[in-house]
């Protein structure tokens, strides 16, 4: 049974470049939320997809937006970028629009803007 | 914004020692989970509380939760070095849909000596 897995696990960027992150949930699961994590901080939440459609989303600028695909994959992708924006970025999966339980995450996608 | 603060933000203690880890948080909940973080790597789902239960058991782990102060404990007992990580209490939410989405505390880090 495959768990969440994210690519690039690392990748490196230069300022105003764009970027696209992948993830594929659990098994089993349809809802997909995003998480941005600065060093030494907790992960922040960016956005939830459910159903291919974006459900939930935090304090982020619209620099930051999503997709979800039919097979309940997502993309993250991140215009303009800033060096600001260097960080893992996490993807966790779980089933249902309504949360209940744990959320399972990938290993995250470290990015750096330089 | 981070939903829940941990305290302290590090510990270290002795192997045999057992760790306590608190966090507070600002709104209702309907549960509250902690997660652990092997650095640099994906969060791990280690026990979940929901708002009607007082104390949980997993293993090692004790979680206490009183909900008329808001917040939230955690217990390990017997800390072996490989307990060494940051650990994020974690609650939901309702946004601006029936959605759930989880939000993070800042984290404690954890240090296990030999």
């Not at chain 1, 935090?58 to 970028?81: I, K, W």
């Not at chain 2, 608190?22 to 026990?47: A, D, E, F, M, P």
């Amino acid at each position: 049974d495959a768990g969440v897995t994210q690519s690039p696990t690392h990748l490196i960027k230069t300022r105003g470049q764009q970027v696209t992150l992948r993830c594929s949930p659990k098994s089993g699961h349809d809802t997909v939320s995003w998480y941005q994590q600065a060093l030494g901080q907790g992960p922040q939440f960016i956005f939830q997809y459910y159903e291919e459609e974006e459900r939930q989303r935090g304090n982020f600028p619209d620099r930051f937006s999503g997709h979800q695909f039919p097979n309940y994959s997502s993309e993250l992708n991140v215009n303009a970028l800033l060096l600001g924006d260097s960080a893992l970025y996490l993807c966790a999966s779980s089933k249902g629009l309504v949360i209940t339980g744990e959320l399972f995450f990938g290993e995250g996608s470290r990015l750096t803007v330089l | 914004s981070q939903q829940g603060e941990e305290d302290p933000q590090a510990l270290s203690i002795q192997e045999g020692e057992n760790a306590t880890m608190n966090c507070s948080y600002k709104t209702s909940i309907n549960n509250l989970q902690w997660y652990r973080q092997n650095s640099g790597r994906g969060l791990v789902h280690l026990i979940l509380i929901r708002s009607n239960e007082r104390e949980k058991h997993s293993g090692r782990l004790r979680v206490t939760l009183d909900t008329s102060k808001k917040s939230s404990s955690l217990l390990i007992t017997a800390s072996r070095a490989a307990d060494t990580a940051s650990y994020f209490c974690a609650t939901d939410g309702r946004g601006y849909s029936s959605a759930s989405k989880i939000i993070f505390g800042s984290g404690t880090r954890l240090s296990i000596r030999p």
